[in-house]
C-alpha cells in the first residue's frame, strides 16, 4: 500500500512539473524565436497527457483481487506503459515534422535569453528524471519508469535545443536553422528511448522471466525455513508493482501430508513477509527422494 501512494505521489510531480515547463518553454519559444523550444513545449504538453495516464493506471492498479480478476488489477501497468509509448512516438514525430518544415521557412536567429531558459529547464529534467527513477526501483513500477524516462527524454531535446540555440547565436546568418536541426535529432533520441521503455513492458505482458535475482532471494529465503530441503522450479511474473510465484518446495519424503501442508503455509508467510513486493504465492512441495 505504501508504494502505491509512493507512486501516485510521484506521478502528481510529474504533472505539475509538466504543465509549468509546457508554459514556461512555449512562451520562451514564442517570444525567443526559437522552434527548438516550441518542439520542446509540445513534448511536454503531451507529457502532461501521458502523465494522467500514468496515473490512472497506478489507481487502477491499486484495486482488490476480486472474482473476474483474482490476481488483482496489476496488468494495468503495462498497458499504460504502451500507451506512454505511444505518447512519446507521437510526439517525436511531431516534433520531427515542425523542424523539417521550420528548416524550409526562413526565421530570425533565436534570442541569447533562450539558453538561460534552457538551461533551467535542463537541470530541472534531470532532477527529475532521478527522483522519479528512483521512486520507480522503489516501488517496482514499470508506468513510473516510463515516467522516469518521459523527463530524461525532455532533458535530452531541451540539450539538443541548447547546442542549436547555440550554434546560431555564435555563427549568425545563415545558421538560423540549428535549432531546428537539433530539434529533429532530438526526436530521432526520443524514438530510441521509446523503445527501451517499451521492452521490458512487453516482457512483462508476456510474462517473461526477468528476475533472476529475486529468484536467487526465493530460494535463499525457503531453505531458511524448518522443514524445506531446498527448492526445485520457480516461475515469476509480475503484475503492476507485485511478484506472484509458483514455487516447487523440496521436504521429507516420509513426513504426512498434514505436516507437508502446514511446512508450505509457513514458507508461503515467510517469503512474503521477508519480501514484501510479492503477491500470491503456490507452493507446492515436493517430496524428497
Known sequence: MINEQTAIRTTFFSIIGNTSLALIKGLAGFFGNSYALIADAIESTTDIFSSLLVLFGLKYAKRPADKNHPYGHGKIEPLITFLV?????????????????????PHKVPKSWTLIVLGVIIIWKEVSFRIVIKKSKETNSTSLKAEAWHHRSDAITSIMAFI????????????????????????????????????????????????????????????????????????????????????????????????????SHKLKDYLRSEIPNLGHVLIHIEPNE
Request: glycine share 8%; net charge negative.
Open 85 to 105: 509509448v505511444a505518447f512519446l512516438v507521437t510526439s517525436a514525430t511531431i516534433i520531427a515534422y515542425e523542424s523539417i518544415q521550420n528548416i524550409q521557412t
Open 164 to 263: 542549436g540555440i547555440s550554434i546560431a547565436l555564435i555563427f549568425g546568418k545563415g545558421y538560423e536553422t540549428a535549432d531546428d536541426w537539433a530539434a529533429l535529432l532530438a526526436s530521432a533520441f526520443i524514438l530510441y528511448n521509446s523503445y527501451l521503455i517499451f521492452r521490458p513492458a512487453l516482457g512483462e505482458i508476456m510474462d517473461e522471466h526477468m528476475h533472476d535475482d529475486l529468484l536467487k532471494e526465493i530460494r535463499e529465503k525457503s531453505i531458511e525455513v524448518e522443514g524445506i530441503i531446498g527448492t526445485e522450479k520457480c516461475f515469476i511474473r509480475k503484475a503492476g508493482i507485485k511478484y506472484h510465484v509458483d514455487l516447487h518446495a523440496i521436504v521429507d519424503g516420509e513426513i504426512s501430508v498434514k505436516k507437508g501442508h502446514r511446512i
